[in-house]
């Protein structure tokens, strides 16, 4: 049903009053708030009325507003010294107001506006009980670099070669930032309840090589949990094979795509193993990943970018003066430290106007290969002879499967 304009502008008005007004009253005793169901309804209408009139008296309605806000702030200070109640107020008057120009928005954003003064008691909680300190401090750094510094670099290449675009190699950090954090918060907030495999797969996106460590240091204190090891270290090398995925796409979403069912049949082995491995062996209540307080090292991503930058500089002076086999080259090289650096070198081989070469395919292989000869020693060295021998085999069974996926697609 089409109703007219000024009419939808009204009960957009009307709703948002009385949305924002009910979630007010609910959330508070009788008597105990300045504004509830009805000031806030007659409000709205109030600020759609008076912005229908002209902006002059839009005006004067707001300021009336503010002067009868201010008057009831005063009177309660002293028994209630938040100003939620007050600001909700004085939003709902402009909401209704926007509701004349823009209903659609002036809705969303009063179901918004309702939503988080619902979630007052779980906001509150999550701020002062559960986010620490150290992990609001890696929330700042993350927001700081993706709405703050990501908007302000070049999205051309700044070098006479073309390689270095800042734009693209700080979303690829601020990817794996992400990650991190979403990770760390996920094991934080649900890692105990979600046991071992859970807390596993979460901890790859943070690094997996730190969880192949920690865990064979354990084994060697234990090696009757060598099996329960070697399925949780498979799981973390399944995020960091979605995770390196991402930064793949982030650099060349054609060659991530013509790499895609590889990948996943890469990730389904190690999937598969980990389960097995699961299986076979029991899953004691006192083995579990040592925690980090922090989602992500600021030194660690600022590696990143630096290694990022530089590999994909090197990389392309090495194609340019031995070709594609020479960023091929370096691209592997890379792959034994740091795979989504890597993957980022690996990307330059690809034009998105040309098919995908088979040169780039199968350096994406050579990257995973590199990984894992990496982790491959890092078991052993950590964990011992069993340890690393069951991660070797597993690890090549993924490396194989993948081949096969790349060899016959």
């Known amino acids: 049903m089409n109703l007219p304009s000024d009419l939808l502008s009204f009960l957009t008005a009307l709703g948002v009053g009385f949305l924002i007004g009910i979630v007010r009253e609910r959330l508070h005793q009788p008597g105990a708030m300045m504004a509830g169901v009805r000031t806030h309804t007659v409000a709205a209408l109030m600020g759609a009325v008076a912005f229908s009139l ?90 700081a670099a993706a709405i703050i510094v990501l908007p302000l670099l070049p999205q051309t290449a700044i070098d006479p070669w073309g390689a270095l675009k800042p734009f693209a190699i700080w979303k690829v950090v601020v990817i794996i930032m992400c990650t991190g954090m979403l990770g760390h918060l996920a094991i934080r907030l649900k890692g105990v309840q979600w046991g071992l495999p859970i807390a596993s797969l979460l901890s790859g996106l ?30 973390s090398t399944l995020a960091s094979l979605i995770l390196f995925a991402l930064v793949l796409g982030a650099s060349s979403m054609h060659l991530l795509q013509s790499v895609v069912v590889p990948l996943l049949l890469g990730g389904l082995s190690l999937l598969l193993t980990a389960v097995a491995l699961f299986k076979r062996h029991q899953l004691p209540l006192n083995f579990a990943l040592t925690s980090s307080q922090r989602a992500f090292q600021l030194q660690h991503v600022l590696m990143i970018a630096f290694s990022i930058s530089s590999i994909s500089l090197v990389a392309t002076w090495i194609g340019a003066v031995y070709g594609q086999p020479g960023t091929f080259i370096s691209a592997v090289v890379v792959g034994f430290a740091e795979i989504h650096a890597a993957a980022v070198s690996i990307s330059q081989l690809v034009n998105p106007q040309d098919p995908v070469s088979p040169l780039a395919r199968w350096g994406v292989l050579a990257i995973l290969m590199a990984s894992v000869v990496s982790k491959s020693a890092l078991s052993f060295i950590s964990g011992g002879q069993s340890y690393g021998l069951k991660m070797t085999a597993a690890l090549t069974l993924f490396v194989l499967t993948a081949g096969i996926g790349i060899a016959f697609t």
């Open 54 to 143: 002209g902006m002059p008296v839009f005006v004067a309605a707001l300021s009336i507003t503010g002067l009868l806000i201010g008057v009831g702030y005063y009177r309660s200070f002293a028994t209630d010294p938040g100003m939620t109640g007050e600001v909700s107020l004085a939003m709902t008057v402009l909401l209704g107001g926007l509701a004349v120009p823009s209903s659609s928005l002036a809705a969303a954003l009063g179901v918004v506006i309702a939503v988080l003064l619902f979630l007052k008691k779980p906001l509150r909680k999550f701020s002062q009980e559960l986010l620490t300190e150290y992990e609001l401090e890696d929330a700042l750094i993350l927001f």
């Open 206 to 235: 943070i690094s997996s090589t730190a969880v192949i460590i920690d865990l064979g240091r354990k084994v060697k204190q234990d090696s009757t949990m060598t099996g329960i090891a070697c399925a949780s270290a498979l799981l």
